[in-house]
């Protein structure tokens, strides 16, 4: 049987914040959170996988607003797991960092979108920058003065907006003490968003003949000064192969950074998705296509212990093909009719597909 290593958990999927970039612009879903017996099913049908290392507190809700997460991660720990949250921290109170604390959470990961107030609250309205930042030092300086290390981390979203704050992010990374700062795209849940992208999507071979459709560019280790960054920045701007100190950029297409790392995906309800992206339905935009993602999910753990689910023979079968990727490259082509949804695709494979999927192709990355 496959290894699990990370479980991403969706305390729930309710937000304090309406975010202009968020998903819940393109779905309407039930809200709801977690129920105890549901979590504490989870934790004990992980005695079924010794080498599960890391509890993901995240899905696409807040995960602060459930009222027993520090129980949760306290219950993680008696169990030997690494914790993590991502969240936007407005609800992270003198009170609840305390309670984080002594839970034992082991990563806390604040999402900003900007480092002034006025871009970070054009995108995120009715929160404030400067009150997440005292949050998240707070924090830092209790876990300090306790001796109890929490590895504090930022995600920033960029887009044509806020791309020119990303030089100033350090600033704020360095006040919180920020370990690393996780940068990805945006992915348009609205029409309009498209305008926002800052990446370009299309085919970068000639995947008849096989042959590169431009040679393989390998970079050595270079200082980007003014001098550089222009014409480095004309090769980073065509659809040439890159590599860098020996690592092929185009590496991570066609890799799905959830199935090959051994994870698996548990919304609010108790449902189990293979990733992330397929813990809801919502519709998007890829390439000025409009794309309806429908949830994928192979069983609940209200009904069925975790190990059956896992073992599930479509489960299975849905993790081998992800390995090795076969799937046509919808992406790339621009797709036909099929790719309008990810219900099948011209290869004959069947709910779920993948070859529409951005983070396979490293265009959007999770914590």
């Not at 004959?348 to 999770?366: E, I, M, S, T, Y």
């Amino acid at each position: 049987m496959d290894e699990l290593n990370k479980i991403y958990i969706e305390p729930t999927n309710r937000c304090n914040l309406n975010c202009l970039i968020c998903i819940r612009n393109s779905w309407n879903e039930t809200y709801g959170e977690m129920a105890w017996p549901v979590y504490r099913k989870l934790i004990n049908d992980l005695k079924d996988f010794p080498e599960a290392k890391t509890i993901a507190f995240a899905g696409l809700g807040e995960p602060l607003l459930h009222p027993k997460l520090p129980e949760m991660i306290s219950l993680a720990h008696e169990r030997g797991l690494r914790t993590e949250i991502t969240s936007n921290a407005l609800l992270l109170t003198p009170a609840m960092a305390r309670q984080l604390i002594d839970a034992g959470l082991n990563q806390f990961t604040v999402s900003i979108d900007g480092a002034s107030e006025d871009v970070y609250e054009n995108i995120r309205p009715g929160s404030s920058l400067e009150q997440i930042v005292k949050n998240v030092t707070y924090l830092r300086r209790l876990t300090e003065a306790d001796a109890k290390p929490i590895r504090i981390g930022v995600v920033f979203v960029a887009m044509r907006r806020n791309i020119q704050e990303l030089p100033y992010l350090k600033k704020i990374a360095r006040r919180i003490k920020a370990s690393f700062i996780l940068l990805t795209n945006i992915l348009p849940y609205t029409a309009e968003l498209q305008d926002e992208i800052l990446y370009r999507l299309g085919p970068r071979t000639n995947r008849i003949s096989g042959v590169p459709s431009s040679p393989l560019w390998i970079l050595p280790d270079m200082d980007f000064t003014e001098e550089t960054m222009k014409p480095l920045a004309s090769i980073f701007r065509s659809p040439s192969s890159l590599a860098f100190l020996d690592f092929p950029l185009n590496r991570r297409n066609n890799y799905c950074p959830f199935i090959s790392a051994g994870s698996v995906s548990i919304g609010w309800h108790g449902g189990v998705s293979p990733c992330l992206p397929l813990l809801h339905s919502y519709t998007c935009f890829i390439r000025n296509r409009e794309k309806r993602f429908l949830r994928c999910e192979f069983g609940n753990l209200a009904e069925r212990r975790l190990k059956e689910i896992w073992a599930e023979p479509g489960f299975s079968s849905l993790r081998e093909r992800v390995r090795a990727f076969d799937f046509p490259p919808c992406t790339d082509c621009g797709g036909c009719e099929l790719a309008e949804t990810n219900e099948e695709d011209c290869f004959g494979n069947k709910f779920p597909v993948c070859g529409d999927c951005l983070w396979a192709r490293g265009v959007l990355r999770c914590p």
